[in-house]
């Protein structure tokens, strides 16, 4: 669910001592974040899905996500990890409702929620995020690609996900209402 | 919650007799969309409200309302009234969710939901709808003014509207978050 | 979506040929309840399904489904139809949110939406509702089955319903989270 | 947003220090929980405030409030705040959804958000929680009162609330249709 080298990137006033003293004890505050591409009706046309590194060491298709920082609203959260993996130009439109559609409970035991995160609990407020402008895959996501959302739901894209991330996606496109 | 007149406009193969002997008998179905601005991370920073004349005769400030035609997707009709009330320039920005934030239950009777309509039973889906372009009153809208949601809550603006306006402007500030 | 012949039963006031004139002008405003048992944390454990007649002539597993009435509050609704389909100690459990999970816009053309009603346009307003007592088929009902939610979106149950039901199912798996 | 001295009562394997050494680096995920009665159609008619000490040293009407632990669900975390709060026959009827009506942030910073702990940074799932059972308030809670929806959003009872909880409570009325 996040870069494998996060704390590195954005937690630098952590150390990996300290951050790992902290998953050990508390759930983590975490953003998952869905970037689409809309018609003029608002109807999703495209999804986007990043290929990256992920926690349990694996390459797989994954949502943008990560950590809320100390002080940070889950607004600004949400755009710097847009920005982060889709590059300065992606030009996300961040909902004016701050409801997530859906929480995700990501625990080091798979079999807890369906949702696997080997090094944390972790929660994570999930948003579906439309974005605007030019994305291409930045810092430590290897590719991006556009699905239709018959692609996005299809067995081969869910096997290329780990983690729980393809079911993260189906609750996003259900709460779209373009579930198969 | 609609303009005096829209038979006329928008309802052209139901005569007035039609659409009379109708709204004895059965809820009509309604959207009702408070169009916003937003900053960039999202938060609204202002709501717009109409001026015009309301089903009980008045003149009032009023959220974009209107019925749902036959074979009309709630999509369309959410675009169709928006930039009937405020332009065709207006860029309304249709959520991909389908989901209203709330429904509104209208009775000619106002003490049954305190949500009032003299002429008919309407039950309406309500949306928040961010707005990107120039906006312009037409048509039946005699005014369009721009609120901080400060300014939206306030008694002063919350007695310039009838029939539960106000409530429901109350609701759809709630569900961005920003209510007093 | 709806029992055959509802119009015999709630809409006495209306004659065929008066609903049918409607139906050929307005969309028609329905309620869907998906009615499910929960453990004592809020889990959903159980999934309930109708087998009924359908509005294309198919004896299908359905949703419980049916119109709102002139002057009919929707909560009303929900309880009338919950009772019509699953007795009159069923003990739905109203949410006191009035907002449904989705919508669903059934047309008489299939390939519109996806949701299918061959007599009418029909927007639905959906629900998710637990019940609490002793549910058995009633009315137009032929049988109710309780499935857990791996059950209830395998592609056995998926093929015994028509109309966009599967697909109404998997948003209700998803709002709550279940989704495979 | 919750009981002064919780990290005694719940987080026993965490120091006062080691709490202290957290709350300054990461947001702190927790739950608030707004206990209600409904009619038989699922209407809110009573709202329960508790009287608490609060982070800020005051004495304040409250939600239900408190940390998710590690290995906790969210779920379960609700449960056992809500019996903490209300005794253990008070027989919370957590929602088959996991989404929470609202996200709240509360910072050190009153200015932030409106929402004020003066401890730390937290973001907080908020949940309507319907309430069956005999309630009683225990533990740290000095009192509990239930109040009509009316009693709930009137100037003496915000009055009563510090840090933003007035507007959490004006937030769930919204949620549930009846803010006037």
Same mark, same amino acid.
């Given at each position: 669910m996040s870069m494998v080298n996060e704390t590195e990137n954005i937690g630098s006033w952590l150390t990996d001592d300290q951050i790992e003293f902290i998953r050990d004890r508390l759930p983590i505050l975490y953003i998952d974040a869905i970037p689409i591409r809309t018609d003029d009706l608002g109807n999703v046309t495209q999804i986007g899905l990043l290929l990256r590194g992920m926690p349990d060491g694996s390459i797989s298709r994954a949502m943008v996500s990560g950590r809320v920082l100390y002080g940070e609203r889950v607004r600004s959260a949400l755009i710097r990890h847009l920005e982060k993996d889709l590059?300065? @130009?992606?030009l996300p439109q961040i909902s004016p409702s701050p409801t997530p559609f859906t929480i995700v409970e990501y625990f080091p035991d798979p079999s807890i929620s369906g949702f696997h995160d080997p090094r944390q609990h972790a929660v994570s407020l999930a948003f579906v995020v439309v974005v605007k402008g030019d994305c291409k895959p930045s810092q430590n996501a290897l590719d991006l690609i556009w699905l239709s959302p018959e692609e996005a739901q299809s067995e081969k894209v869910s096997s290329e996900? @780990?983690?729980?991330q393809s079911k993260l996606l189906k609750l996003a496109l259900a709460h779209m209402g373009v579930i198969n």
């Open positions: 590059g300065p @130009t992606a996900m @780990t983690g729980g």
